[in-house]
């Protein structure tokens, strides 16, 4: 189920290889990830749970949620989502906690000293968050490393073929793919990204540990801009476990990327912007979308998103939900009910739609594992999307010197994003090399136009958040 | 206000389109953007300046008819694809509307198409007088679409 022709996207295919899953063959392009690959070839369960022996498809696509490990090579537990198909590779399925067998962990790892790297400025994550905060950094003169563990730079960016909102200076109007070709163009040779290289740890005094070609890395850094993002929000309802539930972003990512079709027909939870956008995205890519549920008694996403779906036909049901999906170790359908205004089902309006697919749009929540390893102060402020790492409007936290930019900070925007990640490489390149009227009035230049972003009354939840922000700051 | 944050289309009593004399003008946009949202592509794109945003990007496009000449630059610019072309003067009986369409495949002129409403109601037929697919227009094609005088404010988008 691969995607030939895509109005705005084009997939140019690596190499065709091939390679081996419990015994079949399985026909693979260079640059797919193993998950991907799979799920063009219809295999949409990769591992059974550890205690009930449930069948597991992925969720999340971006390295975040686990339910995609499977043993390849006989190294156990690999997340498929985020690993390349190789020629020849051996996948086998997993069942609970997988075994090590005959790999032999010292070998890659213990015997050789940890190579220990140093630069002025670490930045976690490339996406327009962290590549706008090297981007300003460096053009300051700081050096910067930035570390992507995805194989790919831009983050959320690569997955958006629609035209983004805002204003001339945060991209209006440019699709999100090219908004992230635009901000890595721009990189000069101050700022060194590498893809593949996740941070797993970090120690003080702001030290990372990076896997960096398969080998335990140390990062010295004298400050750290962390931009992780966010991952998704489950749902609960029975079965939700079935593969065929993803999230947004795996979707995003199956049908965006690597030009894969997700499913046949898709019911889509959730009528935000995310929603009514993937959804939009579905239909053409030739999906068909039955329907978008939503819990609440009004649509969340801009009145234009919503408009451009339903002109098409795609109902959108305000104040429904999935009261369970159904299917025999694979999603084959899901029942809806309608709510009434206090969020009790309302008997009776239980309906059954025959899908292949669910595809979960229920928020997201930072990422903050960093954060809680360098013992920033934390807070939880559900405006913001959940726990945060307090931080002044400089956008550092409170350890000195760690700073936190993007869906890391707040879920919000690309646009706001992007304006938090130039913040923080702005203030720490302020601190590195001395304060400049030209940096002070870039820095004013920012804070204004994240002001003016939020102002609107969509900017109202940003808005509270930030004010119990500040009194976390206090 | 009609019920689009229930169901998410306009109708005709949220917008305030050209009146008559303007319409049987010639080409003209008509924009159904009605929320205070951080945008503001097509008053950026408009170079005759018929695209204003009062005070800030939240503020609504405000469009004075007068100075639009129907170009359909914005409709491209427009990431809300909620910009339309309506031409009354086209024939004695028929409009011909301008819509955004990011599908495929592209229809072809002389091709004859199922009208749909706002909240994607099948309402007539038409048939494709032309595309407009330019690179500048970064694969936000236009569609222009003879129909029934009467369906023009009614039909905003087809299916094939
Ligand atoms: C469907 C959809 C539509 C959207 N539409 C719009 C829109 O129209 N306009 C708009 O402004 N915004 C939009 N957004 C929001 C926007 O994409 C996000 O707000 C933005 O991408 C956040 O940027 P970020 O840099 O903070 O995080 P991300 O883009 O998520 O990037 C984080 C990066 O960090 C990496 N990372 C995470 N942990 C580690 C680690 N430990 N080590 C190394 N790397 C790590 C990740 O792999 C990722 O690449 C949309 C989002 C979605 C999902
Ligand atoms: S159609 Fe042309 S003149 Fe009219 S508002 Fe759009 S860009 Fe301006
Ligand atoms: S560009 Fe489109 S979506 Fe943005 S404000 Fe103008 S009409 Fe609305
Ligand atoms: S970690 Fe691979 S799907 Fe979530």
């Known amino acids: 189920m691969r995607i030939d022709e895509h109005p705005i996207l084009k997939f140019e295919r690596g190499k065709q290889i091939q390679f ?131 194989t790919q730079v831009g983050g959320q960016l690569i997955k958006q073929t629609h035209m983004f909102f805002g204003s001339k200076d945060h991209h209006a109007k440019v699709r999100g793919i090219d908004i992230g070709q635009k901000l890595i163009d721009g990189l000069n040779e101050n700022v060194q990204v590498l893809t593949g290289t996740p941070v797993v740890g970090y120690y003080p005094d702001k030290e990372l540990a990076v896997i960096k070609d398969r080998r335990l890395t140390i990062i010295k850094a004298e400050k750290v801009i962390v931009a992780t993002g966010a991952s998704e929000n489950m749902l609960s309802f029975p079965n939700n476990d079935l ?214 009354p969509f900017g109202e939840k940003i808005r509270q958040g930030e004010a119990k922000l500040e009194e976390a700051c206090k | 206000m009609s019920d689009y944050l229930k169901n998410g289309y306009l109708t005709l009593e949220d917008i305030s389109p050209p009146d008559m004399e303007r319409l049987e003008k010639g080409p003209v946009a008509v924009i159904e953007c009605v929320q205070e949202i951080p945008c503001n592509p097509c008053s950026d794109s408009c170079h005759r300046g018929a695209i204003t945003m009062k005070t800030s990007i939240n503020d609504r496009p405000d469009i004075d008819y007068k100075l639009c000449n129907g170009c359909g630059i914005c409709v491209a610019n427009c990431p809300g694809l909620a910009i339309f072309l309506i031409d009354q003067s086209y024939s004695e009986t028929e409009a011909l509307v301008g819509l955004p369409y990011e599908f495929l495949p592209l229809p072809e002129a002389g091709e004859k198409v199922m009208l749909l409403s706002r909240q994607g109601e099948v309402c007539g037929e038409g048939v494709v007088q032309k595309v407009r697919n330019t690179r500048a227009m970064d694969r936000t094609p236009i569609v222009f679409i003879s129909m029934r005088k009467d369906l023009a404010m009614t039909v905003r988008f087809f299916r094939r």
């Not at chain 1, 190579?115 to 090297?134: D, M, R």
């Open chain 1, 20 to 150: 081996v899953c419990d015994g079949k063959p399985i026909e693979a392009f260079e640059g797919e990830t193993i998950a991907a690959a799979l799920h063009a070839a219809g295999i949409k369960t990769l591992s059974h749970s550890v205690k009930e022996g449930r069948p597991r498809g992925f969720f999340c696509a971006i390295g975040k949620c686990s339910s995609c490990m499977m043993q390849v090579n006989g190294v156990p537990n690999v997340k498929t989502c985020m690993v390349l198909a190789e020629q020849d590779m051996e996948v086998t399925s997993q069942t609970g906690w997988g075994k090590l067998g005959q790999v032999d962990a010292r070998q890659d790892y213990n015997r050789k000293k940890i190579p220990v790297i140093e630069t002025e400025i670490a930045i976690v994550g490339a996406g327009p968050a962290g590549l706008s905060a090297a981007l300003y950094a460096s053009r300051f003169g700081a050096k910067c490393m930035v570390f992507e563990e995805n």
């Open chain 1, 243 to 456: 593969p065929g539930v993803y999230g947004a972003g795996a979707v995003q990512t199956l049908m965006n990327v690597s030009g894969i079709l997700p499913g046949k027909n898709m019911l889509m939870i959730g009528a935000g912007n995310i929603g009514v956008i993937v959804a939009y995205q579905l239909l053409q890519a030739g999906v068909k979308v039955e329907a978008v549920l939503e819990a609440l008694p009004t649509i969340g996403a801009y009145q234009v998103h919503a408009s451009k779906l339903r002109r098409c036909g795609i109902p959108i049901l305000t104040r429904h939900t999935i009261k369970r999906a159904f299917g025999d170790g694979k999603v084959e359908g899901a029942t809806i009910v309608e709510l009434d205004d206090n969020w009790q089902e309302i008997p009776g309006t239980e309906r059954d739609v025959q899908v292949d697919t669910i595809c979960l749009s229920v928020g997201l929540k930072p990422t903050t594992e960093i954060f809680e390893m360098a013992g920033c102060t934390m807070a939880v402020i559900p405006e913001l999307g959940g726990e945060i790492p307090v931080r002044g409007h400089n956008m550092m936290t409170s350890v000195d010197g760690v700073y936190v930019a993007g869906d890391a900070s707040s879920i919000e925007e690309a646009s706001s994003a992007m304006l938090e990640g130039r913040m923080a490489g702005l203030d720490a390149v302020e601190k590195l090399k001395g304060v400049s009227e030209e940096i002070s009035k870039e820095k004013q230049h920012v804070k204004d136009s994240l002001d003016e972003l939020r102002a609107g």
